[in-house]
């Protein structure tokens, strides 16, 4: 089946460590997104990407990169820049190109936590 | 900058009743409105697209309703389940934003 597949789905982190997420999918979308989501404050965009080899910043991209090397794929990592990482984090994917009026598909988030 | 307003924080309502959900939005005209659901530990799911140019969308027991003049959207869930028990987010086009979302729980 086609998806979008977040590993892993629990992730612990040391002070002053940098951590990747991890996130593919399979049903061949052109536009990736990430998403932090916190309690009561909806989801937050991070980064965004149209286009393999490029990317934007989303309205909360401070203390976090990104990479988009393959179609299928949209790492995120969380440096130590970021203060407050503990957060569900969501990746999504859209067809985007000439097709408008497309829904996004979620993965099913990693929870990251700080030791 | 835009703005989404979702009004309710969380909704409970009995089982069988109707549940309507408010999406509001400033600064913005969005060609088209959607609406996703989300269960805990879980990423949203898509239910609904409605554009500007349709007053209403309906899909088995859910319905939305798009007024740009108000620059509001209703979601409806007639004969609610508990099974509906989920948060329910709205977004606008391709903006990519999401409002806060609305817990909605019912009760047997």
């Known amino acids: 089946d086609g998806g979008i597949t977040q590993s892993p789905k629990y992730l612990f982190r040391k002070e002053g460590q940098n951590v990747t997420l991890s996130c593919e999918q399979n049903?061949?979308?052109?536009?990736m997104y990430w998403y932090r989501q916190d309690p009561g404050q909806g989801l937050r965009l991070i980064y965004y990407?149209?286009?393999?080899?490029?990317?934007q910043k989303g309205d909360i991209a401070e203390g976090y990169s990104v990479s988009r090397e393959k179609k299928e794929s949209f790492p995120l990592t969380v440096t130590s820049a970021q203060k407050n990482p503990t957060a569900f984090y969501l990746c999504?994917?859209?067809?985007?190109?000439?097709?408008?009026?497309?829904?996004?598909?979620f993965g099913d988030g990693t929870r990251l936590s700080i030791l | 900058s835009q703005k989404i307003e979702q009004n309710s924080e969380a909704l409970n309502i009995q089982e069988g009743k109707t549940a309507t959900l408010t999406c509001n939005y400033t600064n913005y005209s969005p060609a088209y409105l959607q609406w996703y659901r989300q269960d805990p530990g879980r990423g949203p799911v898509f239910l609904l697209l409605?554009?500007?140019?349709?007053k209403e969308k309906r899909k088995e027991r859910l319905k939305v309703t798009f007024d740009t003049t108000l620059k509001q959207s209703l979601f409806h869930i007639t004969a609610s389940q508990p099974a509906d028990s989920a948060t329910y987010l709205c977004?606008?086009?391709?903006?990519?934003?999401f409002g806060a979302g609305t817990r909605l729980t019912v009760k047997p």
């Open positions: 049903l061949n979308h052109d536009a």
């Open positions: 409605i554009r500007e140019n349709e």
């Open positions: 990407s149209q286009i393999v080899n490029d990317f």
């Open positions: 977004a606008l086009e391709n903006d990519m934003r």
């Open positions: 999504a994917s859209r067809v985007f190109r000439g097709r408008a009026n497309q829904p996004q598909h």
